[in-house]
């Protein structure tokens, strides 16, 4: 007599949105829900997504898989019907596990295992899980049965934050799109758009210009640039990404008269994106709330040293300063200073000066192979 065959395992997939808008929460969860495909592609995967109103008919998925959208109705609405429309979907599926790509999910994952012991894993990024103070958060934390950080600094400091058991913890760093960065000369109508040389110094960030990310200190180095003008002279700083902060950065601009050696480059779209990385001689990040930072990544890949702050999860792709600089990020002076040093090539790592070397490190730590790879032995620890 035949075996009867195993039924095929149904996950459920809480995300913020994937279509669209392209943060780091929302890059994440898309090679999560990947990763999770290539590795069981017989599964079933219901996807909620809270803030997504459609599918992007663009990208290809399982035919197993299906998306549950509420961006369409009412915020205020959203939250309940998403909760609801899990919890009944739950009971009438039973998966095998809920995976919340945000820490403001995690309850609707412990209201499901209540309902139908369904175990839940919470991924928690940076800010948004540093100092909880909501009660059923923390309850739904202490709960969940793994919770994802993405870099060891946030794993650290959740546990002593949130006295989680160290056992729950554990480390699923970003991973990022290798083969979209290369090592390439800067391109010449880059130089031609900006009116730079091809011996020009060039220090590049890339990051969202919001009042809620000025954490990410690109300001500090607008503020560090009179002080590299005098040994760099024909230091130029660009800029990429948009946002509401734009006219306080545009007066501090003006306030310390680098109008001529700063450039606003605003939106760039992602597939031009790698053409600016070539384009700079470093990239500066001196942030100061990162939960890891796929821009360091990206600007590895690139061949490129990296500066950044020394008080977040930054220190994960630049090795802890192995593969980059970090820095106090309210230093201005120590900013200055250490941009001036990488420069003029005094900086004492060897390793800033090896293209090829931080690239090959970079691939090898944080390619999607290697995060799906991390992803199936975690996996194999459910029952």
């Not at 969202?208 to 954490?215: D, E, I, K, N």
Request: glycine content about 6%; overall charge neutral; some cysteine.
């Amino acid at each position: 007599m035949l075996n009867k065959l195993a039924k095929p395992p149904h996950f459920f997939l809480l995300f913020p949105n994937i279509f669209g808008f392209k943060g780091g929460i929302q890059v994440y969860s898309a090679y999560l829900l990947e990763a999770l495909q290539n590795l069981h592609p017989n599964a079933h995967y219901s996807v909620f997504l809270k803030y997504d109103a459609d599918v992007s008919p663009g990208d290809s998925f399982l035919e197993q898989t299906t998306f549950h959208c509420f961006g369409r109705l009412p915020r205020w609405l959203q939250s309940l019907a998403m909760l609801l429309n899990i919890v009944l979907r739950g009971v009438w599926h039973r998966p095998k596990l809920l995976i919340c790509t945000h820490v403001n999910y995690a309850v609707v994952g412990f209201w499901l295992k209540q309902v139908a012991r369904t175990p839940y894993w919470v991924v928690i990024h940076g800010l948004e899980g540093w100092n909880i103070a909501n009660r059923h958060q923390v309850r739904a934390l202490q709960q969940a049965d793994r919770i994802i950080a993405v870099s060891h600094y946030t794993r650290d400091r959740l546990i002593q934050e949130q006295r989680l058991d160290p056992q729950k913890v554990v480390v699923l760093p970003n991973t990022f799109d290798a083969d979209r960065f290369q090592i390439n000369a800067k391109p010449a109508y880059l130089l031609q758009e900006y009116s730079l040389t091809s011996t020009q110094p060039v220090i590049l960030t890339v990051s969202r210009l919001g009042r809620f990310a000025r954490y990410k200190g690109y300001d500090k180095v607008v503020q560090a640039l009179p002080y590299i003008r005098q040994h760099i002279p024909q230091v130029h700083y660009l800029i990429v990404g948009k946002g509401d902060d734009r006219p306080r950065i545009e007066a501090l601009i003006d306030q310390l008269n680098l109008q001529d050696c700063v450039t606003l480059a605003g939106f760039v779209a992602d597939e031009q994106l790698s053409d600016y990385y070539n384009l700079c001689d470093i990239f500066a990040l001196p942030s100061q709330g990162e939960g890891f930072g796929i821009v360091y990544l990206e600007a590895l890949a690139s061949g490129k040293p990296v500066l950044a702050g020394n008080r977040d999860g930054s220190s994960d792709p630049l090795a802890s300063g192995k593969l980059g600089c970090l820095v106090d990020p309210d230093n201005i002076e120590a900013i200055a200073q250490t941009l001036v040093q990488i420069l003029q090539g005094t900086y004492p790592n060897p390793q800033l000066y090896q293209p090829d070397l931080l690239r090959r490190k970079t691939v090898e730590a944080y390619e999607f192979p290697q995060f799906q790879s991390t992803l199936q032995q975690l996996l194999k620890t459910l029952t």
